[in-house]
């Protein structure tokens, strides 16, 4: 019962909120200063292009103690690609898509290229093996939203730690 709350306050928040975080995010010079990452360019060195996360909101949810709700736009230069990572333990992850195509794979499950409008979910515990734009030309914006235990800080987790 309390999981089943827990998906449906998740479904409720981010179906009233879709609308705005994606005007808010796609208002032209728009920036928010909490960045989990840098942003992305190629270095000298020619290394690979990578995400840019962006805090849209973090908040305990009152009437589940102990958990809160962490949301973020997860921006992909053409051609840029995550490291394969694992999330916080207690993780459970509803992932949007809002502009472009994200190429994804989920533990074991097929590969997969997700739409604007599209969604998935990531059980705690995951393994997110990609997650990357599948357009070398064109930017793709992805909205994540965790709940999560309260007090879990790292919330990606690369493969190499």
């Known amino acids: 019962m309390k999981t089943m709350r ?6 409720l928040i981010v179906g009233s909120g879709v609308g705005l975080v994606v005007a808010g995010t796609q208002q032209a010079g728009v920036r928010r200063a909490d960045r989990t990452t840098a942003p992305t360019d190629v270095s000298a060195q ?4 990578r995400e840019t996360v962006t805090v849209a909101a973090n908040k305990p949810i009152p009437n589940l103690p102990g958990k809160r709700l962490v949301s973020l736009i997860v921006d992909y230069p053409p051609g840029a690609s995550s490291l394969p990572h694992h999330h916080a333990r ?8 809002l502009a472009g195509e994200i190429r994804s794979q989920v533990d074991d499950e097929p590969v997969r290229v997700y739409r604007p409008g599209e969604m998935w979910f990531e059980s705690p515990g995951a393994h997110h093996r990609v997650s990357a734009n599948a357009s070398d030309t064109k930017p ?4 994540a939203v965790f ?4 007090a879990d800080e790292q919330l ?4 190499s730690q």
């Open 46 to 49: 020619g290394a690979p292009l």
């Open 6 to 11: 827990i998906i449906a306050l998740g479904a």
């Open 140 to 143: 793709a914006r992805l909205l």
């Open 90 to 97: 207690s993780a459970f992850i509803y992932a949007y898509v």
């Open 147 to 150: 709940i999560v235990d309260a």
């Open 156 to 159: 990606v987790i690369p493969d």
